[in-house]
Structures are given as C-alpha cells and as structure tokens.
C-alpha cells in the first residue's frame, strides 16, 4: 500500500518556538519522491522541497529544515523560532509510481500565537 | 519561476448551470496537469490527470460526463463542471508539472472557489 500519514491534525505555538511536524510514508517502491507544500488562508498550495528517495541528506533552507529517514520511513519538517506568518496548513506527499499522482497526508494544520 | 494561474479566483453560480475553470502555466511547459478538489479542513482529492493532446484520465469515483477536462495546449488546461449541483460546491485546484520546471514537481495554481446556489 501507498500511504502517507500526518498524524498531528493541529498544532499550536507561541511565536519563536521551534515547532516538528511529522510525516510517515508508506510504499514498496525503491524510487520515490517526497514533497511539502503549505497552503495559507488564502489556498494556493506553495511548494516547499521535494526530495528523492536516494538522497537522505538533510536540508536547510533558511528557519525551514527537513529530516528524511529512509530507515523510519519519514521525512520531517521542523520550522525554527516560528512566526505568526507561518500559520498555515502543510501536506505532506508522495510520488510513489511512475504515474506521477501525489498522494497526500491529510494535513497539519500549524497555529502561531503572537 | 514555474507559476500556475487559474481563474475565476470564485465563482458563484446556479444549480443547473456550467462552468469552467482554466488552468495555465505561465512560464513552463506543462505536459501534464492535475485536477484536485478539496472540502473544507480536508487534504487534496486527486480526480483526473491530463496530458496535453489526449483524453484525460479520472480517479475512480469521478463522473467523466460531469467533469470535463481539456487540456489542449501546453499552457492551458479547462475543468468544466457541467450541470452543476449544490454538493459541487468545493474547492477546485489544478497543478501542473512538465518541461521547463523541476521535473516531477507539480506546481500547483491559487484555486477556485465553486459555490453553486
């Protein structure tokens, strides 16, 4: 089966926090990618990284980093000293077959109080 | 770079009535693109792919004869909802993904609000 799962439905955090949000995959493919896209108020889903299933290297890209482990079958998103424009919903996803669909986790939806 | 438009940004309409929504690729060429829809507080829900100059593929469940897709250029491709109903009301996002752009990354457009009274 092709899954991907985010557990965490809601998360709220105060301002400058480091806030994890959790993504776990499932497939039997040895070729895959992995995605994360946040979708603000306004609803255009923003592409953030994707990542292929032969490079495990972490990523930084400036308060944003991801966590990618082939061994757990996860692929994390930590965002560092949170800000109130980070409030959004993020999916992760999954291009698991070769027919190019994304299958998405079902969201987490991240709350940054001020 | 690799933006997608879509329009109308909302649309209100009546039950009975048609609509269609475009869905272009800016600055890529997109060799296939990609029709969610998504319910309030829920994730996307794949319902068909296309690719440019051949009949679309829809996921199971998805009525072809209500949902008509045309993607007949390498920038443009149309959702028409046909005969709409009030429980079509959702959100409407399309994506696109091809040449020109980090392959196998769809990019997606800002969505369209369906209300149909």
């Known amino acids: 089966a092709q899954k991907v799962t985010q557990a965490q439905t809601e998360i709220s955090v105060v301002e400058k926090e480091d806030v994890t949000l959790d993504c776990v995959y499932e497939?039997?493919?040895?070729?895959?990618?992995l995605f994360w896209y946040k979708q603000p108020p306004s609803g255009e889903l923003v592409f953030l990284i994707r990542?292929?299933?032969?490079?495990?290297q972490n990523e930084i890209s400036g308060r944003y980093s991801w966590n990618f482990q082939k061994s757990t079958s996860s692929f994390n998103f930590t965002i560092t000293a949170s800000q109130v424009v980070d409030s959004a919903v993020y999916f992760c996803?999954?291009?698991?077959?070769?027919?190019?669909?994304?299958?998405f986790g079902s969201g987490t939806r991240l709350l940054v109080r001020p | 770079g690799a933006v997608v438009s879509q329009h109308p940004s909302r649309v209100i309409c009546k039950s009975g009535t048609s609509v269609k929504i475009e869905c272009r690729s800016l600055?890529?060429?997109?060799?296939?693109m990609f029709w969610y829809r998504q319910f309030p507080k829920q994730s996307l829900m794949l319902m068909a792919t296309?690719?440019?100059?051949?009949?679309?593929?829809?996921e199971q469940g998805v009525e072809k004869d209500k949902f008509l897709i045309n993607h007949a250029s390498l920038t443009l491709s149309t959702l028409t909802v046909t005969s709409a109903h009030p429980e079509d009301s959702s959100f409407y996002i399309c994506?696109?993904?091809?040449?020109?752009?980090?392959?196998?990354?769809?990019?997606f457009g800002p969505g369209t609000r369906l209300t149909v009274l």
């Open positions: 994506s696109a993904s091809g040449t020109g752009a980090s392959t196998d990354t769809q990019y």
């Open positions: 497939t039997r493919d040895t070729t895959y990618y």
């Open positions: 990542r292929n299933s032969f490079d495990e």
């Open positions: 996803a999954g291009e698991m077959d070769s027919s190019y669909k994304l299958i």
């Open positions: 600055d890529f060429q997109a060799t296939t």
């Open positions: 296309s690719n440019e100059g051949s009949k679309a593929t829809y």
